[in-house]
Each structure stands twice: as structure tokens, then as C-alpha cells.
């Protein structure tokens, strides 16, 4: 089985910084790769699809790179409502999350 | 406006079973593949299963293969999962959501807390 490891598990960061998540696959997933965000008490919202495509509605200071094994969602300009949790999710060869990383601020 | 609503969960004893109903509206229900994924109370999200828009194709994730079944009525727009045999592990917030690789929509979840 493929594994999704996601860190850092909690990241501090304050208003206006780009923070950096990582999300890497135990093998390649070839871009199989989304990202949510879940807010306290909130179904989750999906972010980006096949690795780097913002989904529609979703503000474009939100953003997704990588390939492989390794990839990356990058928050530019962080705002105060995004505090959340991520989450990444696999879905080559089965669907997988990552345990999440928590985001709040500085 | 895509709406998914979810049903059916509560208090239930180890061992028994419980099915939960998701009613989705606001789209054309049989032309999307149909998943539950759950979410245990502080954790990380779990998927639990999917299926194809015609049921033709129907997977689940190792921890509840042959406890639970997914399945759909399109003429209802509404996807179900009868769970059996329940576990203490089992207690989760269970969602639907909408999508084949994806998932673009979710409900609101329902709560399944197995407990003597």
C-alpha cells in the first residue's frame, strides 16, 4: 500500500507569510494528488485536484506543485481564515489521506 | 446548489448493525461515482468506500471490507452504507461526497458512536 506522509504536523505562521506544506507518497502517484481544507467543525473543501489545479472558487493565493513522490501546497499572502487543517489525498491505485497538518497563526 | 445529507447514524452496541442514508440534490445523482468517508472524533479522514455511478464498480478500504456495504438507488438519489458488525474503532463522523478520484462536495456527516 501506498503511504502518504504529511508534515510538519503543526505549523505556526503569521498574517501575510507563504507557508510551505509537504506532502510525500511512499511511491510515485504520477499527480494523483488533492488537497482540503477542513475548518473547526466543517466538512472538508476540496482545494486543489491532479496536483496543481485550483478548483473553482478557491482564492489564488492557494496553490499546488510537485510530482513524483513529493508534493507541495503553497499559501501565499496568509490571511487569518485560513487557519484549518489540510489534508492530502491519493487517489492512484487507492484512496489514501495523509493525517493532516495543522495550520494556525503566530 | 449541490446539497448532500446525510442520516441514519447514532448510539449503537458492538456487534450490531446500523445504515446510514445520504440524499444528495441539486444534480443529476447517477451520473457520479458516490464515496463515504469517515473522520473519528479528533482524527484525520478515513475513506471508507466508493462506488461507480451505475454501481458497476464498488471498492472499500481494508478495516471495513466484508462489515460494510455501499450501495446506491438512483431512482432515489440516495447512497446508503449498512454497516455490521460494528467495532469500537468504528465511531466516526461519516461523510458522503461526491466524486471519482476527487471529491468536490461533501455533506454535513452523521455521527456513529459505538459504545456499550
Known amino acids: 500500500d501506498i503511504q502518504m506522509t504529511q508534515s510538519p504536523s503543526l505549523l505556526s505562521a503569521s498574517v501575510g507569510d507563504r507557508v510551505t506544506l509537504s506532502c510525500k507518497a511512499s511511491q510515485s502517484i504520477y499527480n494523483s494528488l488533492t488537497w482540503y481544507q477542513q475548518k473547526l467543525g466543517e466538512a472538508p473543501k476540496l482545494l486543489i485536484y491532479d496536483a496543481n489545479s485550483l478548483q473553482t472558487g478557491i482564492p489564488s493565493r492557494f496553490s499546488g506543485s510537485g510530482s513524483g513522490t513529493d508534493y507541495t501546497l503553497t499559501i501565499s499572502n496568509l490571511q487569518p481564515e485560513d487557519v484549518a487543517t489540510y489534508f492530502c489525498?491519493?487517489?492512484?491505485?487507492?484512496?489514501?489521506f495523509g493525517a493532516g497538518t495543522k495550520l494556525e497563526l503566530k | 446548489e449541490v446539497q448532500l445529507v446525510e442520516s441514519g447514524g447514532g448510539l449503537v452496541q458492538p456487534g450490531r448493525s446500523l445504515k446510514l442514508s445520504c440524499l444528495a440534490s441539486?444534480?443529476?445523482?447517477?451520473?457520479?461515482?458516490m464515496n463515504w468517508i469517515r473522520q473519528a472524533p479528533g482524527k484525520g479522514l478515513e475513506w471508507v468506500a466508493s462506488?461507480?455511478?451505475?454501481?458497476?464498480?464498488?471498492y472499500y478500504a481494508d478495516t471495513v471490507k466484508g462489515r460494510f456495504t455501499i450501495s446506491r438507488d438512483n431512482a432515489k438519489n440516495t447512497l446508503y452504507l449498512q454497516m455490521t458488525s460494528l467495532r469500537s474503532e468504528d465511531t466516526a463522523l461519516y461523510y458522503c461526497a461526491r466524486g471519482n478520484h476527487w471529491f468536490a462536495y461533501w455533506g454535513q456527516g452523521t455521527l456513529v458512536t459505538v459504545s456499550s
Open positions: 462506488i461507480s455511478s451505475s454501481s458497476s464498480y464498488i
Open positions: 441539486g444534480f443529476t445523482f447517477s451520473n457520479y461515482g
Open positions: 489525498q491519493k487517489y492512484y491505485s487507492g484512496n489514501t
